[in-house]
Every structure is written in C-alpha cells, then in structure tokens.
C-alpha cells in the first residue's frame, strides 16, 4: 500500500557482511533497533495508524522522533506512508510486508522478554534465571 514514497527494498545480498560498516543491512539495523524503531514496527503490527495515533500510543516519543523514525522505516522499506488529501492531511502508517515480518520476530522478541523480566533480580543477585 505504498503511495509512491520511494522505499527501498532490504534484500540479502551475498557480499554484505553486516559486521562491516559499509553493508547496507547496518543502516537498517540501526534504523529498526533506534531508540523507537523498535516501538513504531510493534505497535504498527497491531493496525495501521495516523501520526497523531502512533503518537499518542507510543508513550515517551517526541514528534520529532516518530517523524524521524517514520521517514528511515519507509527508505527502508519497512513502512507504507498514505497521505489523505484533506485539510489539514491526514497521514496513516502501516507495515510493508516485509516490515510485518520483522514485526512478528519484534513482537515474538518482546513477549519473550516480558515474560522473563522478573527473572533478571535473580541473575544479579547470583541464581540464573534466564
């Protein structure tokens, strides 16, 4: 559902070694596991939002930095960017198919570590929890 905001498809690429700062796969990771990349392509698994929705559903994020993230998550081909021609425009946020299935490991990621973060007292008190 892209609305011909240029996007760039994240592909594998056999040459790209991630551990080295020219692979494009960095600039990806970097974007999704940003200080809210993370929190837009999970809460964006839900349904697709407006900016003012995802705002207000992400609590602690400036407007600035939803807009930043949303506009890196789009180049990356994670997210679909609709805008309604109204006034003032309306602009709603969604998952690219590839950004749902980064979504799904996000949100697996997520459920794994609430279910296990009363654990952590126990490892820094000595037992292993996790």
């Given at each position: 559902m ?69 506009r ?59």
């Amino acid at each position: 559902m892209n609305t011909g905001t240029a996007s760039r498809e994240v592909a594998p690429s056999p040459s790209c070694d991630p551990f080295h700062t020219e692979c494009p796969a960095r600039d990806v990771l970097d974007h999704v596991t940003s200080r809210w990349g993370v929190w837009v392509l999970i809460r964006l698994q839900e349904e697709p939002l407006r900016f003012s929705e995802l705002r207000d559903r992400i609590e602690g994020v400036s407007e600035k930095m939803l807009s930043q993230t949303l506009r890196n998550l789009t180049q990356d081909g994670l997210v679909w960017r609709k805008v309604e021609p109204t006034t003032p425009p309306q602009v709603t946020y969604g998952l690219t198919p590839l950004g749902s299935g980064l979504g799904h490991q996000l949100a697996a990621m997520l459920g794994w570590i609430e279910a296990h973060a009363d654990h952590r007292d126990a490892v820094t008190s000595g037992s292993t929890g996790l």
